[in-house]
């Protein structure tokens, strides 16, 4: 099977398909929306592992760690530094560019999404998330948060008893290595299923014409976000990766690029953990019991992506509604973009509601989510690129801190 399907025939088929799937998307939107059930199934498979996969690998993960509290402190300080810099980088970015300049036109709908979130409050998007009355219904939601901390709580249950744990460390231990057998089967699929995921996405959007349209009508702010990522993605990661894991950025992006094609296609952070897992315990030879803690909790509450988006976003509407924000504002927009990116899940377009809270924090109408929502769904993929991206650089970054430097082989 490795053979057959070996690394670089995956890599070479999924850049195929990423072509392909923009080529169709674009030329023949019909034919690409009835092709989209190849990605659907392809979306499916994924959501199918990933929930056992969460459970299994966090489990482990603590029963084998034994002290979850410096792992778990040195992840959090991870997670909340680099957000806490693409945040920064977004305030900068949208400030220098000023994309709401000559403001809009203001059509004033407040999307469904966004009302029905009308009264969100930091309470809900963070403290009652994380532990579920019913955790079968949170499967069923496709809640990641509660199913993390349960699975938290159980390994350090199974840690404390000791001796007596032996047969459910065996237990998982074969559990997650089925599942990761499965993840590889699935991962055959993923040329096909990028192809379809991206052009069905284009022909919905009209064709390739229409999207280039779309972008170009609000020309300046997907600038501001591309920028802002860009600088984030490009520079300010792969320099972390450097300096704190003294790991080849480019090497580990070769690892990592099935993951970060699917982050690309899917716009789900949790959708692509499979993949993620798979690339930065397999192939970057992270040490499993880091990655597998780190991973699932940093595709759930760590989204660089989100929360620099989240400060272009809410400081261009304020721009495209002539509200000058203040530098107190500006930290305001800091602090709750921060917490409103660690909220949101790792869905599409979860992003666009927890903004609310950012909009709320400042003062700024809900109805300003309008301006950006047309093109919501084409940043989401660029948002969603960086935040696989920064859970594959914590990983490496907190591996090197627990275990020092990389074991090759
Ligand atoms: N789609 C993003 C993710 O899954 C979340 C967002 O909407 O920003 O990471």
Same mark, same amino acid.
């Given at each position: 099977?490795?053979?057959?399907f070996?690394?670089?025939y995956?890599?070479?088929?999924?850049?195929?398909?990423?072509?392909?799937?923009?080529?169709?998307?674009?030329?023949?939107?019909?034919?690409s929306?009835?092709?989209?059930?190849?990605?659907?199934?392809?979306?499916?498979?994924?959501?199918?592992?990933?929930?056992?996969?969460?459970?299994?690998?966090?489990?482990?993960?603590?029963?084998?760690?034994?002290?979850l509290?410096?792992?778990?402190?040195?992840?959090?300080?991870?997670?909340?530094?680099?957000?806490?810099?693409?945040?920064f980088?977004?305030?900068?970015?949208?400030?220098?560019?000023?994309?709401?300049?000559?403001?809009?036109?203001?059509?004033?709908?407040?999307?469904?999404?966004?009302?029905?979130?009308?009264?969100?409050?930091?309470?809900?998007?963070?403290?009652?998330?994380?532990?579920s009355?019913?955790?079968?219904?949170?499967?069923?939601?496709?809640?990641?948060?509660p199913?993390?901390?349960?699975?938290?709580?159980?390994?350090?249950?199974?840690?404390?008893?000791?001796k007596?744990?032996?047969?459910?460390?065996?237990?998982?231990?074969?559990?997650?290595?089925?599942?990761?057998?499965?993840?590889?089967?699935? *991962?055959?699929?993923?040329?096909?299923?990028? $192809?379809?995921?991206?052009?069905?996405? /284009? @022909?919905? +959007? %009209?064709?390739?014409? =229409?999207?280039?349209?779309?972008?170009?009508?609000?020309?300046?702010?997907?600038?501001?976000?591309?920028?802002?990522?860009?600088?984030?993605?490009?520079?300010?990661?792969?320099?972390?990766l450097?300096?704190?894991?003294?790991?080849?950025?480019?090497?580990?992006?070769?690892?990592?690029?099935?993951?970060?094609?699917?982050?690309?296609?899917?716009?789900?952070?949790?959708?692509?953990?499979?993949l993620?897992?798979e690339?930065?315990?397999?192939?970057?030879?992270?040490?499993?019991?880091?990655?597998?803690?780190?991973?699932?909790?940093?595709?759930?509450?760590?989204?660089?992506?989100?929360?620099?988006?989240?400060?272009?976003?809410?400081?261009?509407?304020?721009?495209?509604?002539?509200?000058?924000?203040? *530098?107190?504002?500006?930290?305001?927009?800091? $602090?709750?973009?921060?917490?409103?990116? /660690? @909220?949101? +899940? %790792?869905?599409?377009? =979860?992003?666009?509601?927890?903004m609310?809270?950012?909009?709320?924090?400042?003062?700024?109408?809900?109805?300003?989510?309008?301006?950006?929502?047309?093109?919501?769904?084409?940043?989401?993929?660029?948002?969603?690129?960086?935040?696989v991206?920064?859970?594959?650089?914590?990983?490496?970054?907190?591996?090197?801190?627990?275990?020092?430097?990389?074991?090759?082989?």
């Amino acid at each position: 099977m490795k053979k057959l399907f070996g690394e670089h025939y995956l890599i070479i088929g999924i850049i195929l398909g990423v072509i392909l799937g923009v080529l169709v998307g674009s030329l023949y939107p019909v034919l690409s929306i009835k092709l989209g059930f190849l990605g659907t199934l392809f979306l499916n498979a994924l959501k199918m592992i990933v929930l056992p996969l969460i459970v299994v690998s966090i489990t482990l993960s603590i029963m084998k760690v034994g002290n979850l509290g410096s792992l778990g402190l040195k992840t959090l300080f991870y997670y909340l530094i680099t957000t806490g810099i693409a945040v920064f980088i977004g305030i900068v970015v949208v400030n220098v560019i000023h994309p709401g300049d000559g403001g809009m036109a203001l059509t004033g709908q407040m999307p469904d999404i966004v009302s029905a979130k009308e009264n969100i409050s930091l309470i809900d998007v963070l403290l009652l998330k994380f532990v579920s009355p019913n955790l079968f219904n949170s499967a069923e939601e496709f809640e990641i948060l509660p199913l993390i901390v349960a699975s938290i709580l159980f390994g350090a249950a199974f840690a404390s008893l000791g001796k007596e744990n032996k047969v459910i460390v065996e237990v998982f231990t074969i559990l997650d290595k089925a599942i990761m057998k499965i993840v590889r089967w699935i *991962m055959i699929f993923t040329p096909i299923g990028i $192809f379809s995921l991206i052009a069905d996405r /284009i @022909g919905m +959007a %009209g064709g390739g014409g =229409a999207v280039i349209e779309l972008a170009m009508e609000l020309g300046k702010y997907v600038l501001s976000v591309v920028v802002g990522l860009s600088i984030h993605g490009f520079i300010v990661l792969p320099i972390i990766l450097l300096l704190f894991a003294k790991r080849n950025p480019l090497e580990y992006v070769q690892n990592l690029s099935k993951a970060l094609l699917t982050a690309f296609s899917t716009a789900s952070s949790s959708a692509t953990l499979p993949l993620t897992m798979e690339g930065v315990i397999d192939e970057a030879k992270v040490t499993p019991k880091v990655g597998k803690f780190v991973l699932p909790l940093g595709a759930t509450i760590n989204m660089d992506g989100t929360a620099l988006y989240e400060a272009v976003a809410v400081i261009f509407i304020a721009q495209s509604y002539g509200i000058e924000l203040g *530098m107190a504002e500006m930290v305001v927009v800091f $602090f709750t973009a921060t917490l409103a990116a /660690i @909220g949101a +899940a %790792g869905i599409p377009e =979860a992003g666009l509601v927890t903004m609310v809270l950012v909009l709320q924090a400042v003062g700024l109408p809900l109805e300003g989510v309008g301006l950006i929502l047309a093109i919501d769904w084409l940043l989401d993929r660029f948002r969603t690129t960086v935040n696989v991206w920064g859970d594959c650089i914590g990983a490496a970054v907190i591996d090197r801190f627990e275990n020092g430097d990389v074991q090759k082989g």
